[in-house]
């Protein structure tokens, strides 16, 4: 099955036709808009950062925040998420610590992953929030993995795998649709198709009209939804999330979305595209429309929206200040996760070094 259609809850006017709105309460609704704001206070404060030159690379997320929230807020707690690079806040929703967050993008002591990953590439494992490659799409084929394990020993969980519009060009995405569909596993691919995969349109990325198009050769349900509209995508990921626990299969849930800054810090999207183009999707604000529908509904006003902005602004501003005054990452830190024990000799070499010796 094939739904080409967009799907979308929030309509024109950002409101809800009446027997549309999905079964969530209120403080979850609230909560909702809470967490996108939180991920896009912490874009601007960390693009500021690598300004600045206190950081050296950071992928924004400004414009994704729907897609983002709508997918994880839709998961249970068990569910592993197997991220792509724009999908930070997720471990941040399940509680990776800010300053933790910071100190990945510092690589400085207080980072879990102790320097060795690229920044933006968090790892949280009480979340289940599984740290991702750069090498484009090679997190499809883990997620498969990882599914295919939970059913192999009889688990309730499910999996998210998300990935950009680019990955969709990868070996990674057949061999892991294929793997999934054939094998049931229980994993929803979730691609953020954000119109440009670093300089290169969507249209020359692929001649099909659309990324949900492509289920269609692995035997799987393709679903296309609005990424501006938290409510729809929180709705299509819960329905394919309940289909894989219930052993029926992968889903591919494409979410049209937009990029609305750089590829990275260190890209200049002007030089590849038209601002007026930026301009249509910034009407399309995920975060204005959602806010809309609350105020609507007498849950959210501009003085709420304010200080829901400056204490996160706060919580920010001193998780940086705590992650900067860290030192380096251990020297030891070398010789740790490699083998199950250490070569005795590094182990002699590390403390003749910390006593000064040579």
């Not at 501009?302 to 992650?323: K, L, P, V, Y």
């Amino acid at each position: 099955m094939i739904d080409d259609a967009l799907v979308r809850i929030l309509n024109d006017r950002d409101s809800v036709p009446k027997g549309r709105l999905p079964d969530i309460g209120e403080e979850d609704l609230v909560r909702m808009l809470v967490e996108m704001v939180r991920i896009r206070v912490f874009d601007r404060r960390m693009l500021a950062l690598q300004r600045q030159g206190r950081i050296g690379f950071y992928g924004p997320v400004t414009g994704q925040e729907g897609a983002i929230v709508g997918s994880a807020s839709a998961a249970a707690e068990e569910d592993w998420i197997v991220p792509a690079l724009r999908e930070g806040g997720i471990a941040i929703m399940r509680g990776l610590p800010l300053v933790e967050a910071v100190a990945q993008l510092i690589g400085n002591a207080l980072d879990r992953c102790k320097g060795r990953q690229m920044p933006c590439h968090y790892t949280w494992k009480p979340g289940r929030y599984v740290s991702m490659s750069s090498v484009i799409g090679t997190q499809i084929s883990h997620a498969t993995g990882l599914a295919m394990a939970v059913r192999h020993r009889g688990g309730s969980e499910a999996v998210l795998g998300f990935l950009g519009d680019g990955a969709t060009s990868s070996n990674d995405f057949h061999a892991g649709l294929n793997f999934a569909a054939v094998r049931k596993a229980p994993v929803v691919f979730v691609c953020q198709n954000n119109q440009w995969s670093i300089s290169v349109p969507f249209s020359k990325q692929t001649a099909s009209g659309s990324v949900a198009a492509k289920a269609v050769a692995y035997g799987m349900p393709g679903v296309r939804v609005d990424g501006n509209d938290v409510l729809a995508v929180r709705a299509v990921m819960a329905e394919a999330l309940s289909r894989a626990r219930a052993g029926e299969g992968p889903t591919l849930v494409e979410c049209l979305t937009y990029r609305r800054l750089g590829h990275s810090s260190s890209d200049d999207p002007s030089r590849y595209r038209d601002e007026s183009e930026v301009e249509r999707w910034e009407a399309k604000d995920p975060i204005a429309r959602f806010r809309r529908f609350l105020e609507n509904r007498g849950l959210w006003d501009d003085s709420r929206q304010e200080e829901t902005e400056d204490r996160i602004a706060g919580e920010i501003n001193r998780a940086i200040r705590e992650a900067e005054a860290a030192g380096p990452v251990p020297e030891e830190t070398l010789i740790q996760d490699v083998f199950e024990t250490p070569d005795p000799r590094l182990v002699e070499h590390f403390r003749n070094t910390r006593e000064g010796r040579t």
